[in-house]
C-alpha cells in the first residue's frame, strides 16, 4: 500500500508504513553497528531516508547522540552557513469555522475577540513592521469563506507588497492560510507569494478526525494532499511542519519525512522549509491537556534529526519558543526565526487589553527585533533580511539545486551582509549597529570570490551612503 508516487494521501502516508518504521527503528537502534552504517551514509550530507533517521531518533546512547548533533551542526554549516533569515507572521483574521481542540480560534469559542483587519489597518501594520525592520512577513488566518475569502486575501497580499515606508517594504510574504482548490493556489502564486506554509498538525488520521472534529478542516486527505494542489497551482516553495504535543513526536517524525520524499518522487522538489511548532497555552486552551508533550531535550533532538535527514530543507523556529531553546536550536539546524512577533490581529500597532484578546497563541521570545537580532550577531549568527531568490525565480528545484551544490553560500553570504548592513543603517540601535558593522567586517573575507567581495564592499558603501537596493 504505501508508495511515496501516489498522488493519495493514505497511500505515501501509509499508517502501516509509519508503525513498521517505528517498530524498525526500534529494534536497530540496539543494534550498534546497524546505528553506525546509517552515521557513516549521513556523513556524506546527502540526507537520510524516513527509516533511517527514524533510527537515529530512536537512539538513545549518548556517544551517538553526540554524534547525531555534531553531524547536525556540520550539515548546517555547511549548507547554510552563519546565516539567519528574519520574518514575522501577520495575523490578518481570526475568524475561523473549523473545530480544532488546540487553538484558540474554534468556532466554539464565544470567549476570544473575534477581529478581522481591513485594507487600512493592514497598512498600519504593515508600516509598523517596516518601522522594525521587517521584510519578510507570513500571513495567518483562520479559516472561513465569508469573513475571509481568498479575494481578501488576495487584496490583502497586493496592500502589502505595495506599501513603501520611508526605506522600507515587504519584499516576500510567505502565507499560512487553510487547504484550498487548485484555482485558489494559482491565484495566490500570481498575486506572487513566497511559500505557502500549511501545518499537517498530525499525521496521523485517527488522531487527526478527533482533533478536527468539525469544519472543513476535519477531512484528512483533503488537508494531506493540499501541498500536491499546490504545486499542481504552480507554488513549488511548500512549507510542511507539524503540531508537535497532538501525537506520539516518532509517528510525527516518521510521517512528515515520508511527506518529503513524496513531495520529492512526484514533484521532483522537496519541501522549501519544515517548521517545528510546539503546543503552547492560549485563549481557551491548556497545553498540558494534550497527552504527547515533548520535553526540550527530544525537541533538540527532533531538529537534530531532520537536519541530518534533509540536508536541504530550511527550518523555521517562532517566538513559540523561549530564547534559551532557541539558542540551542540554532546551532543544529534552524535557518530562519521570527522575531517582535505578535499572534493577535492589530497586535503592532496597539497591544490589546486582556479582555480584548484576538491572540492564537503566548509568546515565549518576547525581544524586539533589534534584541533579536544583536542577540544572533553576538553569537555569530549573520541576521539576513535577503528576499532575493524568489524575485530571481529561484523557487523550487532551482533553489534545490543551489543549494545541494552549495552555491547558496557564494550567492546568500553577500545578499545577507548588504540586507543586514540595510537594517543596521536604518533602524538599528546604536550598539546593534556597532556589533553588525563589526560582524560585517569579520564576514567579508570568507567571501571566496575577489569579483564579488569587491562588488560587496561596493554596496555597502553605497547603502552607509542612503542608496537601496529592492532587488535583494
Ligand atoms: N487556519 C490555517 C490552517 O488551518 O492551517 C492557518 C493556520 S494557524 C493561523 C497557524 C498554526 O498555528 C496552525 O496550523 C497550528 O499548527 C498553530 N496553532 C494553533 N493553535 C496553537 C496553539 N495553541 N499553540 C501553538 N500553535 C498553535
Known amino acids: 500500500m504505501y508508495d511515496p508516487k501516489s498522488l493519495k494521501a493514505e497511500e505515501f502516508i501509509d499508517h502501516r508504513e509509519v508503525l513498521d518504521t517505528l517498530a524498525y527503528a526500534e529494534k536497530t537502534a540496539a543494534d550498534h553497528q546497524a546505528v553506525v552504517e546509517i552515521l557513516e551514509k549521513a556523513r556524506k550530507h546527502k540526507g537520510l531516508s524516513h527509516r533511517e533517521a527514524s533510527v537515529l531518533l530512536a537512539c538513545d546512547d549518548p556517544a551517538i547522540n553526540e554524534e547525531i548533533y555534531k553531524l547536525a551542526r556540520e550539515i548546517k554549516q555547511q549548507y547554510y552557513g552563519n546565516r539567519i533569515v528574519m520574518f514575522a507572521p501577520l495575523y490578518l483574521s481570526n475568524y475561523c469555522i473549523n473545530g480544532c481542540v488546540y487553538c484558540p480560534y474554534h468556532l466554539k469559542n464565544k470567549h476570544i475577540a473575534r477581529k478581522k483587519l481591513t485594507q487600512d489597518e493592514i497598512v498600519r501594520e504593515v508600516t509598523a513592521l517596516q518601522d522594525m525592520g521587517h521584510k519578510r512577513l507570513a500571513i495567518e488566518t ?56 500549511l501545518f499537517q498538525e ?69 519541501p522549501h ?6 503546543i503552547k497555552h492560549a485563549d481557551d486552551i491548556d497545553p498540558n491537556a494534550f497527552d504527547n508533550g515533548i520535553d526540550d531535550d527530544t525537541f533538540c533532538k527532533i531538529i537534530a534529526c531532520i537536519r541530518i535527514a534533509v540536508p536541504y530543507t530550511g527550518m523555521i523556529i517562532s517566538t513559540r519558543e523561549s530564547k534559551a531553546v532557541r539558542e540551542r536550536a540554532l546551532e543544529l539546524g534552524i535557518s530562519q526565526i521570527s522575531g517582535a512577533s505578535r499572534t493577535s490581529v492589530g497586535g503592532y500597532v496597539e497591544p490589546e487589553p486582556e479582555e480584548e484578546s484576538s491572540a492564537q497563541f503566548d509568546v515565549s521570545d518576547q525581544r524586539t527585533l533589534d534584541e ?32 545541494k551544490s552549495m552555491q547558496i553560500l557564494n550567492c546568500c553570504h553577500p545578499n545577507a551582509l548588504m540586507t543586514l548592513k540595510e537594517y ?36 555597502l558603501d553605497k547603502i552607509e551612503h542612503g542608496e537601496r537596493d529592492f532587488r535583494i
Not at 520611508?166 to 485558489?184: L, S, Y
Not at 522549509?273 to 510546539?278: D, F, G, L, Q, Y
Not at 528576499?387 to 534545490?400: I, K, P, V, W
Open 372 to 403: 533579536v537580532v544583536c542577540w544572533l550577531m553576538k553569537r555569530g549568527f549573520v541576521p539576513s533580511f535577503c528576499t532575493a531568490c524568489y524575485r530571481e525565480g529561484r523557487t523550487g528545484d532551482r533553489f534545490m539545486s543551489l543549494c
Open 202 to 270: 498530525t499525521y496521523h488520521k485517527e488522531s487527526y478526525e478527533e482533533l478536527h472534529p468539525s469544519g472543513p478542516k476535519h477531512d484528512y486527505v483533503y488537508h494531506t494532499e493540499a501541498m500536491d494542489r499546490a504545486m499542481e497551482g504552480g507554488i513549488d516553495d511548500v512549507g510542511l511542519g507539524v503540531l508537535f504535543g497532538l501525537e506520539r513526536y516518532r509517528y510525527e517524525f516518521a510521517a512528515l519525512l515520508m511527506h518529503a520524499e513524496h513531495l520529492e518522487a512526484v514533484h521532483g522538489v522537496g
Open 142 to 197: 483562520g479559516e472561513d469563506p465569508k469573513n475571509s475569502p481568498i479575494e481578501y486575501v488576495l487584496e490583502s497580499i497586493k496592500t502589502i507588497y505595495s506599501i513603501k515606508h520611508k526605506n522600507g517594504a515587504i519584499r516576500r510574504v510567505n502565507v499560512n492560510i487553510a487547504a484550498t482548490t487548485v484555482e485558489n493556489y494559482r491565484k495566490l502564486k500570481e498575486a506572487g507569494i513566497g511559500t505557502y506554509i
Open 424 to 459: 543596521l543603517m536604518d533602524y538599528a540601535s546604536p550598539v546593534t549597529r556597532i556589533v553588525g558593522n563589526d560582524l560585517i567586517q569579520k564576514e567579508l573575507p570568507k567571501i571566496p570570490s575577489d569579483k564579488v567581495r569587491q562588488f560587496v564592499e561596493k554596496n
Open 273 to 278: 522549509t519544515i517548521s517545528v511548532p510546539r
